[in-house]
């Protein structure tokens, strides 16, 4: 496999979507290229209504190639699939731009992925950040401490897009996000559960691994709706 510059993990495409949260991705791609292992490319979609100059100049030194992408379409499940075209790499991991990153997270849950093999899916704890305003809440989250494989028909959501690692074969199998699903349509939410579900009808497993930490920001006022 091809191989990065850093700690000889093989090349890989981060995928990270936003919309209208300027400050926010931006503190999101920091903790990304601050972490001890960054992805070969950095891929950031994003759907905001103006383009972001600051992450439209961004530099790094790290080896990590940032590649910004203003669509202007709306949708996370359509930004995902976007991301997926435009990745140059066969090991694919996603994040949010209203999530922070352990700096051990990118090469755990790499790792992972390549312990489990091409036919799994890794996802990782998805904890709370601290609220950011009086009330403020982060939903989606996942905080247990062991280890579980899953597979089948299981009744149960367990895929944290926000926290994912996945071979592009394993997309190939069941197909992209449905992008009439998830936030920016008329029904705002079940894209992972379906996603999920579609990879475990096709026999492969889900892993979740609990060492691969992210955040997600208590940004959200208590009277939040998704839209």
């Known amino acids: 496999m091809e191989k990065s510059e850093h700690h000889n993990l093989p090349a890989t495409s981060l995928i990270l979507c936003t919309r209208n949260r300027p400050k926010l991705v931006l503190e999101c791609v920091r903790s990304v290229l601050l972490g001890d292992e960054v992805p070969t490319e950095l891929i950031i979609v994003d759907d905001s209504n103006e383009r972001n100059s600051d992450l439209q100049s961004l530099i790094t030194e790290r080896p990590c190639n940032i590649r910004y992408l203003w669509t202007r379409s709306i949708g996370l499940s359509r930004a995902n699939n976007d991301g997926i075209a435009a990745a140059k790499h066969d090991i694919l991991v996603f994040t949010q731009d209203d999530v922070l990153v352990a700096p051990r997270w990118f090469g755990i849950i790499v ?62 199998r069941v197909g992209a996000f449905d992008q009439r699903l998830g936030p920016g349509t008329p029904f705002p939410g079940a894209e992972d559960n379906d996603f999920g579900h579609r990879l475990l009808e096709a026999e492969c497993r889900i892993l979740y691994e609990p060492r691969a930490v992210t955040y997600h920001r208590a940004w959200r006022p208590k009277n939040w709706r998704r839209a």
């Open 111 to 172: 790792r992972a992925l390549i312990d489990a093999g091409q036919h799994s899916v890794v996802t990782g704890q998805v904890l709370p950040g601290e609220p950011e305003m009086a009330g403020a809440f982060a939903p989606s989250t996942k905080s247990n401490t062991h280890g579980e494989v899953y597979r089948g028909r299981i009744g149960a959501d367990v895929l944290y897009v926000q926290n994912m690692a996945i071979y592009r074969s394993a997309i190939n």
